[in-house]
């Protein structure tokens, strides 16, 4: 393998990408991890985590990201902020063109996460404007109020709860008659006076003059319709993962999870996948920086069977 | 925080972003809001590059509650722009810095 600017260039720094920076920094590795907009990644966004080892009381979001992101920096991890647009792996050097120029290197190891699904019924103009994907950012501004959630998993659940502490009452739609949520939230929902489930639901629309004033909920199994009037629109539906600079490089699984096997390589030699953007049967910190972990032994292992 | 970037209030609003000879960029956050906290560093990046052409400043929206009702923020982080008064761009939520930076290329043209 000739000379590269890098031996190993991780592509996001939530908890995967921070993870394998500490763990490749200490195998001495030339190792740059690039984030495009802020270290922590999705955990930003969650307001509470009990279930992160190592935090008897729990921590916020915030605080565990930039716990991470303390220690990438404590051991000297190359922190770039830069987006990778487009990559060219069809050399034995891996070139990653950025949108401020290009660098090759021997190993990549992409932990770009995933991004908020989206209802796709027009709500974009209410973003912001009552429809909404962070609850800690937003809650405050519904104290008081009536608004809707919609999902049913463990994002959902939490985050409704979270929203009861400001909202006067929310409406938790779900399109199944159950929830998917851990049973520990799903007691916590059950008994929370606040919440009032809407099964077998989707929303289907919204409208309001400036901001959401109505949100329209359609059962799935009668095609019956009502509105609810309602400030406020929480969507937690789920996740895609961030494989647009991706292209057709690498397998995606039918969702456009990145497939990997248990080392987390990838289809294509010296490329590994970490965290929310592969396939795994669980999204989770704990195993985001699992697979970060693995992610730059594998790296190491492959860079010293490719000698130079 | 950068000492590039000045903390407004409600009552300095007016003189400080809509009366200021120069573009401003205006970051609404709140000290709960995670996401707010994170671009804080961005912010940082960005204002010790323009902070010789784009005034940058910070309001605390729990502190003050009128001047984001003013602009219909009911979400941060929301960063808005403004050029000889008037709001000439709005990002809402964590965006990549590219995307920042771009808006404030914009206020420069």
Known sequence: ?308 | MSEKIIEIDDDSFDKEVLKSDVPVMVDFWAPWCGPCKAIGPIVDDLAGVYGDRVKFAKVNVDENPLTPSKYGIRAIPTLIFFKDGESADKITGMVAKAKLESSIKGLLK
């Open chain 1, 1 to 308: 393998m000739s000379e590269t600017d890098y031996d190993l260039v991780v592509i996001g720094a939530g908890p995967a990408g921070l993870c394998a920076g500490i763990y490749a920094a200490r195998a001495r590795m030339n190792v740059l991890v690039l984030e495009k907009a802020a270290p922590g990644g999705q955990i930003l966004i969650t307001d509470w985590i009990e279930n992160y080892p190592g935090f008897p009381d729990g921590i916020s979001g915030f605080d565990l990201g930039d716990k991470m992101h303390n220690q990438a920096k404590n051991l000297g991890v190359n922190l770039k902020t830069a987006e990778v647009l487009s990559m060219d792996v069809s050399g034995e050097n891996k070139i990653l063109h950025l949108d401020d120029g290009s660098i090759s290197t021997k190993t990549i190891i992409i932990a770009t996460g995933a991004s908020p699904r989206k209802l796709n019924i027009g709500e974009e103009k209410f973003i912001g404007k009552g429809v909404s994907f962070c609850a800690t950012c937003d809650a405050p501004f519904f104290k008081g109020k009536t608004v809707v959630a919609v999902g049913g998993g463990d994002t959902a659940v939490q985050e409704s709860i979270y929203l009861t502490k400001f909202a006067e009452k929310v409406y938790l739609v779900h399109r199944r008659d159950e929830l998917r949520a851990t049973k520990i939230l799903r007691e916590r929902a059950f008994e929370n006076d606040k919440i009032e489930f809407i099964w077998d639901s989707v929303v289907s629309g919204m409208d309001g003059f400036f901001n959401v004033e109505n949100v329209k909920i359609k059962n799935v199994k009668t095609g019956e319709e009502k509105t609810i009037k309602a400030d406020g629109c929480f969507v937690w539906i789920g996740i895609i993962p961030n494989t647009g600079f991706v292209g057709d490089a690498l397998k995606l699984d039918e969702q456009g999870f990145i497939v990997t096997d248990h080392t987390m390589a990838t289809s294509v030699p010296g490329i590994f996948a970490a965290g929310d953007v592969r396939t795994t049967p669980l999204r989770q910190v704990a195993t985001a920086v699992s697979d970060g972990s693995v992610a730059v032994i594998s790296a190491e292992h492959f860079i010293e069977n490719h000698p130079d």
